[in-house]
């Protein structure tokens, strides 16, 4: 892996975000309004259930977590659409450029802005909202890695995606956290869900997490071991994902799709 | 320099474990193309091409549209697979060393062109960082002032006209002196005397560095005042190889365009039948 290709690409990024302030806006605007609507929905329930639970923790540190792996991914896919929305594939991927190096760079990419996207969260949870991760805080770190290792294989796998079947399936891209949330079990127990998504649920590691969290927040012991074997899990699928890729990249330049990646639709 | 015959496919000499073939020396060809196939299921894109580009050599790759030129520029780009044969930039075989072969190369073509959204100067950092370019700052200082692109240094490539958009193509594809450059039609949007300096560049580029270049154009007057030797391809096979000055009278052709007519028309022959 050599530094200088990885920082092309970041070095891009940059040039990007400078040239248009725009883009900065989804990296905090979707999560501050999530912030702002699930921060009333859970003040809300404190004030009129007496179930017993902190609804504000359980539900906003939720959507502050799950948010985050959902940036993660959507950072990883917007930096490779835009060499794909500025038809740039040719002239990147006929330099020297190594494929490990150019999705090293987009990951990189990726984590540095939903970190911008966290701090924004956590600067309106905590002070306007009163969320309090003084509970997690001894956990935090092993979530957020398998979080951001999650939101980083999911990331790969899209922008494989959208190599194998044209620009257009970008569109098949962005719901993939909505569709994958109901069994990662993001704001209840996975207790509740059917047996035939909870075995779905075991090979997503974002449901250990949030187990893990819930169980801390309501004194629970916390299991260490589920959370290792989510981290475990989180790196092989960021393998699985790499190793995805590398196979559509060599059947695009096999089959000469890379060289005229430019079609709205692929077959 | 090739003599004016034709190239028949020759079998790829064995490779050793660095991708080189046994003998090779520092004088080796800027380009090597051995037997080089393409197919499309039954569609044979290129079919047993075999040539090659010396140091400092400038070669024109002409074919009606559907030849096989831009399928041959993207397997030696190592943007496609070739079905067999090899290709080998300088001793580096593209198959087995893809990144270090492709970084003694570059190109500039017309349908490749470069991000919009950034400026001249940040799209040559962009590429320079890419391409492993030492002293980047003043590489693209030099590159800025060859092309005079100065003053649109600042500026976003994708509001700049078609001829400036080309020069700064050109100054990309110069970032790494590359010792094998690869140009498709790279004057088609200029006007005549921004296209007579850049041939002007290019061939000295080619005379003072030794960068071996492969030139397509349909404009044959480019092709004859630039380039030491043409190869004329059809149906994804080399029909012709020579100077491009003497081809077409040794062909029954006035001139180079003629020519071209003439074996675009042409039902295909067999190399060897045309050899004789």
């Not at chain 1, 038809?87 to 150019?102: K, V």
């Not at chain 1, 980083?152 to 620009?167: D, E, K, N």
């Not at chain 2, 080309?166 to 296209?195: G, I």
Request: with cysteine.
């Amino acid at each position: 892996m050599r530094p200088r290709p990885v920082a092309a690409i970041l070095l891009r990024q940059w040039y990007l975000l400078r040239g248009s302030p725009v883009r900065a806006l989804p990296m905090f605007a979707w999560v501050g309004i999530d912030i702002v609507l699930w921060g009333f929905i859970s003040r809300y329930l404190d004030s009129v259930t007496g179930a017993g639970i902190n609804f504000t923790a359980v539900f906003l540190g939720a959507v502050l977590l799950w948010d985050l792996c959902g940036r993660v991914m959507q950072g990883l896919t917007t930096a490779f659409l835009e060499d794909v929305w500025s038809r740039n594939f040719l002239n990147l991927f006929a330099s020297p450029l190594r494929i490990p190096e150019y999705v090293t760079g987009l990951v990189i990419a990726s984590i540095a802005t939903s970190m911008i996207g966290l701090a924004v969260m956590l600067v309106l949870a905590v002070p306007v909202f009163g969320l309090s991760f003084l509970a997690l805080v001894a956990h935090l770190g092993l979530f957020l890695l398998v979080l951001y290792g999650f939101g980083v294989a999911l990331g790969i796998l899209a922008s494989a995606m959208v190599l194998r079947f044209g620009p257009a399936s970008e569109w098949l891209v962005w719901p993939i956290p909505a569709l994958l949330s109901p069994f990662c079990a993001v704001f209840y127990p996975l207790t509740v869900l059917p047996a035939w998504m909870r075995g779905a649920a075991w090979l997503l590691p974002p449901s250990y997490v949030f187990e893990g969290m819930r169980a801390l927040l309501q004194g629970r012991p916390f299991a260490l071991l589920p959370a290792l074997y989510a981290l475990a899990l989180a790196a092989l699928e960021i393998v699985l994902a790499g190793y995805c890729f590398v196979r559509v990249y060599r059947r695009a330049v096999r089959t000469g799709l890379l060289a005229r990646y430019s079609a709205e639709t692929v077959s | 320099m090739v003599p004016e015959s034709l190239h028949p496919p020759q079998p790829p000499a064995p490779l050793n474990a660095r991708g080189q073939h046994p003998g090779d020396s520092g004088a080796a060809a800027a380009l090597r193309v051995h037997d080089l196939r393409k197919n499309y299921g039954e569609l044979r894109a290129v079919d047993g091409v075999s040539f090659e580009v010396g140091p400092g050599e400038i070669v024109g790759l002409l074919g009606p549209n559907g030849a096989g030129k831009t399928t041959i520029i993207n397997t030696i780009l190592a943007v496609l697979t070739p079905s067999s044969g090899s290709i080998r930039i300088g001793n580096v075989d593209v198959a087995r060393q893809r990144s270090r072969a492709l970084a003694r190369t570059n190109f500039a073509a017309v349908y490749a062109s470069l991000p919009g959204n950034l400026t001249v100067a940040q799209n040559l950092r962009f590429f320079g960082l890419l391409y492993g370019v030492r002293a980047l700052r003043r590489r693209v200082e030099e590159l800025l002032g060859q092309f005079t692109l100065q003053a649109l240094r600042d500026t976003k490539c994708g509001v700049l006209s078609s001829g400036e958009l080309t020069r700064v193509a050109l100054a990309k594809a110069l970032l790494n002196r590359p010792r094998l450059l690869l140009l498709d039609e790279p004057t088609a949007s200029l006007d005549p005397a921004a296209a007579r300096e850049t041939r002007a560049a290019i061939r000295s580029l080619a005379r003072d560095s030794g960068c071996g270049v492969l030139w397509t154009s349909h404009n044959m007057y480019e092709v004859e005042e630039v380039c030491d030797r043409v190869l004329f391809l059809s149906h994804g096979r080399i029909l012709l190889a020579g100077d491009p000055r003497s081809l077409p009278a040794a062909h029954g052709a006035r001139n180079l365009e003629e020519l071209f007519i003439q074996l675009a028309r042409e039902p295909l022959a067999h190399p060897a039948e045309r050899l004789a």
